[in-house]
């Protein structure tokens, strides 16, 4: 079944944006992505009880549901893909479909995963003497690494996991005292692994005061997990002289300059955060190492970076991508559940790599929007609908308001809101 599909979809999800709702729903069914008892969870408006929601979060009063699209084209480490993406933003599925088809047309996509290990911390706030707390703590590494993975990460080792190592640094307060971190690192295979880190941590935490005779501040896990990295590497070929150099410069402009840089990396995330949500994943957790990473010079940069290579055009996106595939909302949620079998990862590392990819080809989408016709013209105009919607047209004047307001945005390069209302105000009046 799994073959079937990776032959048909470029060919089944041609053109997939003209079909109506039904149609597309059909499509999934026909391309084995989706079965037809998913199909009728998703027409019927997915969870319509509160029932899994009081398991999950406090003071339950409801569901907020984001709109669930796929993006299409995308043909990643040389397998076809179907992306689930939860997001309200307009043009994020569009741009990232139209992009993937030309870096599918005209390139590649590869990814790898960098390191396996997450990060917990235990802090001393205040030692009496770092090299003696040093020396002693080194000590037992060994030993606290055995007794964490007998008392508490086994289930991690029975899968390949568990706690690897253990390091110390130091931090100057400034006021004469010194800071001591104890990193604690750990395998965590498919999960995402924060419950199970904080739980080695604070188990560590009274053999540790014992060896060293110091006092632990606190316990926690880290986001910005340097120990573990994603990597995705899009390449386009005899890709045009002028836009590469384009594209290049948008790039270093990013890299160097954090105003742009945050401006760059929301970009990304774009493309990234949708994936995360859709399947159950704490995106919020991703942004923070994200954002972490990227100003680990003391200087916020980019997460991406475009070079003009010959005749190719080659970017590349490193940074911490940690989410799970088990346990937790990605396991128990049924949209998540569905959003996860659309995707077909097998792993929390190719669920990352996926996640990179898509970031790093919707970045490729806004760079070069930016850099030729401008971020208006494509953004506002598949943002129409909304501006009709928001003026109060019905389902029947819409097609006559999106024409209208497509040719306002082609004559005078913007438009907004007050243009959408005098528009349907002027349709109202000939009509009647």
């Not at 040389?78 to 992009?99: C, G, L």
């Not at 960098?114 to 060994?142: C, D, P, V, W």
């Not at 006021?175 to 965590?188: K, L, R």
């Not at 384009?246 to 954090?258: G, M, Q, T, V, Y």
């Amino acid at each position: 079944m799994a073959q079937l599909v990776k032959k048909t979809l470029s060919e089944i999800f041609k053109g997939f944006s003209k079909f109506t709702y039904g149609e597309r729903l059909d499509l999934l069914n026909e391309a084995e992505v989706l079965s037809k008892q998913e199909i009728n969870y998703l027409k019927q408006g997915g969870l319509q009880d509160v029932k899994l929601a009081e398991k999950f979060v406090e003071n339950v009063i409801g569901y907020f549901q984001l709109p669930l699209g796929v993006a299409t084209n995308f043909n990643i480490d040389s397998r076809d893909y179907v992306i689930p993406m939860a997001v309200e933003e307009t043009s994020i599925i569009a741009a990232a479909s139209k992009t993937a088809k030309w870096v599918r047309e005209c390139g590649s996509i590869r990814t790898e995963t960098i390191g396996n290990n997450i990060i917990g911390q235990i802090q001393f706030a205040k030692i009496k003497n770092f090299e003696n707390f040093q020396r002693h703590l080194l000590q037992q590494k060994n030993f606290l690494i055995e007794l964490a993975n007998r008392e508490v990460a086994f289930g991690l080792v029975a899968r390949g996991g568990g706690v690897t190592d253990i390091q110390i640094r130091h931090l100057d307060r400034g006021d004469g005292d010194i800071m001591a971190i104890v990193h604690i690192y750990m395998n965590p295979c498919d999960a995402m692994g924060a419950n199970v880190i904080n739980q080695v941590c604070e188990y560590l935490k009274e053999p540790i005061e014992q060896f060293t005779g110091e006092k632990v501040t606190m316990c926690i896990l880290s986001n910005l997990v340097d120990s573990k990295l994603t990597r995705a590497i899009v390449t386009i070929d005899n890709i045009e002289a002028e836009l590469a150099e384009k594209i290049e410069e948008a790039s270093r402009f990013a890299e160097l300059d954090p105003y742009r840089a945050a401006t760059n990396n929301k970009g990304v995330l774009n493309g990234i955060d949708p994936i995360l949500i859709a399947t159950g994943n704490d995106w919020r957790a991703v942004e923070a190492g994200v954002h972490a990473y990227a100003a680990r010079d003391g200087q916020y940069r980019s997460i991406t970076k475009w070079r003009k290579v010959g005749n190719q055009l080659i970017g590349i996106f490193e940074a911490p991508v940690i989410v799970g595939t088990v346990g937790g909302v990605t396991t128990l949620h049924p949209s998540a559940k569905l959003a996860m079998k659309m995707l077909g990862v097998e792993s929390a590392n190719h669920l990352a790599r996926v996640a990179a990819a898509v970031g790093l080809v919707q970045n490729l989408g806004a760079l070069r929007a930016l850099t030729t016709v401008g971020i208006i013209e494509g953004h506002m105009k598949l943002h129409i609908k909304n501006l009709s919607l928001g003026a109060g047209a019905t389902e029947l004047e819409m097609p006559a308001m999106v024409k209208k307001l497509e040719e306002i945005l082609s004559l005078r390069k913007r438009i907004s809101l007050s243009n959408a209302v005098e528009v349907l105000k002027d349709l109202r009046e000939t009509n009647h």
